[in-house]
């Protein structure tokens, strides 16, 4: 019988990473990974496979890399995915492929790390065949424009790409990538890795051009003039905030800006880069989910002396990856349960110098199933702060939306685009990733992106067979 445990992983010790953003998570050694793949019971029904939104062959790669055959695992696993190491970092597999995992149904058995033995084939590819470029379709099938570079524009890309397309993706900022870049932190996700999957996607034959900014230097109808079709992966940037008194106080950010200065901006690697962040003493960090996580863990790296995430609900409730906030923990982020800000308090000079807070009690369920929290009247307290950062959601990037009226939007904004296809009201465009969904995962865009080029390869097939 298989062990009961996974095979260990080594990490960073909390007392240093919490000082630097290299990757927190070390990865498996080759023999480690073969000893967590023989773990798989190589089970005829795969759930593994239904739970992988991308249906990657989970149990196929596995047991190459059982039998020590890096080479067939890297191919089967770049036949579904063009993006595993991002994805064996990034993705939570425990509520996906690893969630359904048969092991894991076995009393006291945890189900095989399937995560991170994508992370270990895919780095292996990237260390061993480095020079070998893809095989492609010769005569070009037609063109293809992708409005933006995270997750669901670089899998349409590769995808379309590798179906004999000419394809051209367009982004807004002056890296490739998207949240892949500018949203995750160097140390879950480091941007050398990131970098490597989409020089993948170029050697495919993907164009990438950078700071060009669609519904500004370049309009949609412009791009429909020149291609077959288009896919708009925009995703969704634009931040929220709860608007209690005092969010405009010097001190107050939010966590897309937080951290997309740190990520993509090199803050962290100040002076070297010269985009230094604020130099915080006591930071408030509001929310629950992974961007919560991201922007409390590369605060107390910046060098924060307290930092502490306020929550509304309570640890069961809490929607970030249990992993994420484990490190947490152990590198020192204080939670507080049950808890949401009123007011950000000003020290009398336009400076945040509190936060005070209010305590909260689950009612009744909401829309989301989950228990509505409701404040406690008179609990009021002030947590000592000169940082606070909402990481509590982000909407719509309207830039492109504003100047294309001809797309179908639903009632938050957001592209209406078939679940299944990402075809749109406008005909030969497609739209998937957050801005069809809402923020969401790396691997649900891969997904929508996946799914809309087979049915661009569709479109724009039957389009020019009738011309």
Partial sequence: MAPKQKTPIAEQ?????????????????????????????????????????????????????????????????????NLPAVCGRVCPQESQCEGVCTLGKVPGFEPV?????????????????????????GEKKGRVAVIGSGPAGLTVAGDLAKKGYEVVIYEALHAAGGVLMYGIPEF???????????QAMKDL???????????????????????????????AGTPHFQGVPGTTLNGVYS????????????????????TPTKRSKRVVVVGGGNVAMDAARSAKRLGAEEV??????????????????????????????LTNPV?????????????????????????????????????????????????????SNKVLLSTFPELNLNKWGYIVADEKTGATSVPGVYAGGDIVTGAATVILAMGAGKDAAVAMDEYITKKRASA
């Fill in 13 to 81: 010790d909390p007392k240093e990473r919490c000082h630097n953003f290299k990757e927190v998570c070390l990865g498996y050694t080759l023999e480690e990974g073969i000893a967590e793949a023989k773990r798989c019971l190589q089970c005829k029904t795969a759930p593994c496979v239904k739970g992988c939104p991308v249906s990657i062959d989970i149990p196929g790669f596995i047991k190459a890399v059982a039998e020590g055959d890096m080479p067939k695992a890297a191919e089967i696993m770049g036949q579904y995915t």
């Fill in 113 to 137: 790390a399937i995560g991170k033995l994508e992370r270990l084939v895919a780095d292996w590819k990237y260390e061993h065949t480095s020079d070998a470029k893809p095989q492609l379709p």
């Fill in 188 to 198: 879950r996700l480091p941007k050398s890795i990131v970098q490597k999957e989409i």
């Fill in 205 to 235: 034959g993907v164009q990438v051009e950078t700071n060009v900014v669609v519904g500004k230097t370049l309009t949609m109808q412009e791009i429909l003039a020149q291609f077959d079709a288009a896919y708009i992966a925009v995703g």
């Fill in 255 to 274: 966590a897309s800006e937080y951290l997309t200065r740190i990520n993509l901006m090199h803050a962290y690697e100040f002076p070297g880069y010269d």
């Fill in 308 to 337: 502490q995430v306020v929550y509304r609900r309570s640890l069961k409730e809490l929607p970030a990856r249990i992993e994420e906030y484990h490190h947490a923990v152990e590198e020192g982020i204080v939670f507080n349960w």
């Fill in 343 to 395: 007011e950000y308090m000003n020290d009398g000079n336009g400076q945040l110098c509190g936060v005070k807070c209010i305590r909260m009690e689950l009612g009744e369920p909401d829309a989301s199933g989950r228990r509505r929290p409701v404040a406690v009247e008179g609990s009021e307290f002030v947590i000592e702060a000169d940082t606070a950062i909402e990481a509590i959601g982000q909407g």
